[in-house]
């Protein structure tokens, strides 16, 4: 069973930034697209940003211009690089890992407050 691993969550101040990671517990090849989403309370899970194997991008309208997804194949690992968080950037953060699999991370917290 392959696990996906979060890290960089945490508390930070509006206008703040946070670093997530995410990799697979042992080695998988050939992942498709590989994604960050989110859930705040009270609401659904929504996409936050993806990126395919070619290296494609594409952003949630909200988060557009501040965070920036990026992956690693030879470490399995995706990463999202957030910066001037909002309070509304409040969620626990997920990962994906997609075709041909389809495993999710535990999740991490993030919360933006002062």
């Known amino acids: 069973q392959v696990q996906l691993v979060e890290s960089g969550g945490g508390l930070v101040q509006p206008g703040g930034s946070l670093r997530l990671s995410c990799a697979a517990s042992?080695?998988?090849?050939?992942?498709?697209?590989m994604g960050w989403y989110r859930q705040a309370p009270g609401k659904e899970r929504e996409l936050v940003a993806v990126?395919?194997?070619?290296?494609?991008?594409n952003y949630a309208d909200s988060v557009k211009g501040r965070f920036t997804i990026s992956r690693d194949n030879a470490k399995n690992a995706v990463y999202l690089q957030m910066n001037s968080l909002k309070p509304e950037d409040t969620a626990v953060y997920y990962c994906h890992y997609g075709s041909p699999y389809d495993y999710w991370g535990q999740g991490t917290q993030v919360t933006v407050s002062s």
């Open positions: 042992r080695r998988l090849f050939r992942i498709g697209v």
């Open positions: 990126i395919s194997s070619g290296d494609s991008t």
